[in-house]
């Protein structure tokens, strides 16, 4: 039996995001335009805090990028789980998506982004977003959005693409 710390140092380390897929009254999915993600457009959310839960983690981030305010409880379904291999420097990811339901149209206009981490938001139909998003990011929207459709949470293992934070 090692001891704790040494044996933490033989298991692989990662990271893990949360984040909250919303759309309009007509199912079309609202994504925002990343200042860090070459990627661009993202749902809200964002990386696990020490001492934080995945639910916190993404009301949290949801608060801080659109300004919107989400119940603490109940967490609502989980539409995905997200594995991306790790690659280079950057360990293995993990995320988590939740669903957020339909946005009115007043809720949409009132969204107010943090300009330091995100430059607009677009609410377009999925033919659209398939013109605008990488594959990775792509194969998540959809599958969320299938997720959403059929009431089955979606798994996905995508390969380490990033690059930058």
Not at 34 to 58: H, I, K, M, N, R
Request: charged share 20%; glycine share 8%.
């Amino acid at each position: 039996m090692l001891p704790l710390a040494d044996y933490l140092r033989t298991i692989p380390h990662g990271i893990l995001f949360a984040a909250v897929h919303f759309t309009d009254a007509d199912g079309h999915p609202l994504l925002l335009k990343s200042v860090y993600d070459p990627d661009g457009w993202q749902f809200a959310g964002g990386t696990l805090e020490f001492g934080s839960d995945p639910w916190d983690c993404a009301r949290r981030e949801v608060c801080e990028e659109t300004g919107l305010l989400l119940p603490a409880q109940p967490a609502p379904p989980l539409l995905a789980l997200l594995f991306v291999a790790a690659a280079g420097d950057w360990p293995f990811k993990v995320g988590v998506v939740f669903d957020g339901g339909a946005l009115t149209a007043e809720q949409l206009a009132g969204l107010a982004l943090d300009p330091a981490e995100h430059t607009e938001f677009a609410v377009r139909p999925l033919a659209e977003w398939r013109t605008l998003l990488s594959p990775n990011r792509l194969a998540l929207v959809e599958a969320v959005a299938r997720a959403r459709a059929t009431g089955q949470a979606a798994y996905l293992h995508l390969p380490q693409q990033r690059t930058g934070h």
